[in-house]
């Protein structure tokens, strides 16, 4: 793949592989590749039965990878996500059994039901893609994506996620319910017996990764990395905020913006690919102040007037 034409053809490819199986939520599937070309990791925040697990089934299906689902509960340990060293008495030496966490696609289900130590687990290798047990590194592979979940109507017995660990997620999406079109869909599918083993691989992981690099090449003007400087900013100086984002979320937004091109076919950012993700990208790096919390003001919103309030840098044409 050498073209952005056959670039985006791939990836509409793996959307279409998608959406068979995601009915009616092509703005999601579109989200998800763009998470995925940025390499980046996905937080979905919904109620179950959605098709969580279906997204990432179908996304590692699509690149021809492997996936796992981990099933996060209070008991878990760090060493269930990461591997363990073992020790092996007629070798007489330790020997790495990798944890469920060495695939290319990691589904954490119900992230927010472990400990935070447990949960901590996930920082190293979502951010360095690589685990250290025993002060020995072991990378996974190549690409890789965590999907975590988390139910927002189910407080008991869960941990939140603390600001360091949301951070390392590009984006948070919520799925929604499906139209009633959709919804028919879905039982006409398993009326008619459908299944993941009729999802074909449309690349290779290897192919995926090349992908990857090539979208980290997308041209971005340096007006609009100082536009992009300006957002983040600008949420720093937002009064509702007590924590604006970080530059680590100027780098996401630049990731994501550069990945939204290419999902649409161009091989340069413009200024509508970053308003596109932002909504996505920074709303969960804010911490608000308490005072605007109680009057119903939310991260969104602090997001959606920044937008609207920094200008956009003249001599970039949108679409």
Known sequence: MTTIAEMSETVNGIARNINAVMRGKEEVVSLTLTCLLAEGHLLIEDVPGLGKTSLARALARSIGG?????????????GDITGVSIFRQGADVFEFRPGPVFCNIVLADEINRASPRTQSALLEVMAEHTVTVDGTSHRVPRP????????????????????????????RLSIGYPDRQAEADILRDEHAGRSFDDVQPVISADQLQQLIQLTARTHVADSLLDYMVSLTTATREHPAVLLGCSPRASVALLRAARARAVVVGREHV?????????????????????????RGTTP?????????????PPGTAQP
């Open 66 to 78: 492997s996936w796992n689902r981990i099933q996060f509960t209070p008991d878990l340990l760090p």
């Open 144 to 171: 890789f994506m965590v999907i975590a979940t988390q139910n927002p109507v189910e407080q008991d017995g869960t941990y939140p996620l603390p600001e360091a660990q949301l951070d390392r997620f590009l984006m």
């Open 270 to 294: 413009l200024p509508s690919d970053v308003q596109y993700v932002a909504p996505h990208v920074l709303p969960h790096r804010l911490l608000m102040s308490t005072r605007e919390l109680t």
């Open 300 to 312: 969104a919103d602090v997001i959606a007037s920044v937008l609207q309030s920094v200008p956009v």
